[in-house]
């Protein structure tokens, strides 16, 4: 079976996966986690345009001279000089730059989990959330303690249980 970059399976399947939901490592024979982190990395810097020559980003910040391949991608990064967030959360009130930022926290409000692990089925509202979590599947171990000395995958929680530090 062919394998996307967020490895699902070419055949369309979805299973029991509610309506907008994604899911990593579905296929019991498919890539092992280690692999989908590493594609989920690559498909992530292809999306924000990771690896393009300055030469293919043309619109220039007048502030700070960042460049960026696209008008938009220059019109939300000038609102991290000028603080303007012209995207309101209806139920809160919050604020934010870019309308991606208001989807994902409008589902701190509905309770919705869209992406979905296909190792052990847990869900969550970030991807980046998912992508943590593949680190439990994996092995990845990015992190040592420093009163310790061991490594884990998710600090926040072993200096939490372990050494009761918030």
Do not use: Y
């Not at 992530?44 to 700070?64: I, V």
């Not at 692990?117 to 092995?139: A, D």
């Not at 040592?144 to 061991?150: D, E, H, I, V």
Request: positive net charge.
């Amino acid at each position: 079976m062919l394998q996307g970059p967020l490895g699902g399976g070419a055949s369309g399947s979805s299973g029991d996966l509610e309506p907008g939901q994604s899911r990593l490592g579905t296929d019991t024979d498919g890539p092992a986690p280690s692999r989908i982190l590493r594609d989920l990395k690559l498909a992530s810097q292809l999306k924000n345009g990771g690896g393009t020559l300055a030469a293919e980003k043309p619109f220039l910040c007048r502030t700070c001279g960042k460049s960026f391949g696209q008008r938009r991608a220059l019109l939300i990064h000038t609102r991290s000089h000028t603080g303007e967030k012209p995207h309101p959360c209806a139920t809160c009130g919050k604020r934010f730059r870019q309308p991606g930022h208001l989807l994902v926290h409008k589902r701190t409000h509905t309770g919705e989990k869209p992406h979905r692990c296909g190792v052990c089925g847990k869900s969550f509202g970030q991807h980046g959330s998912l992508w943590n979590h593949m680190k439990t599947h994996s092995g990845e171990k990015p992190f040592c303690c420093q009163l310790c000395g061991k490594r884990f995958g998710n600090m926040l929680r072993h200096k939490h249980g372990v050494h009761s530090v918030l």
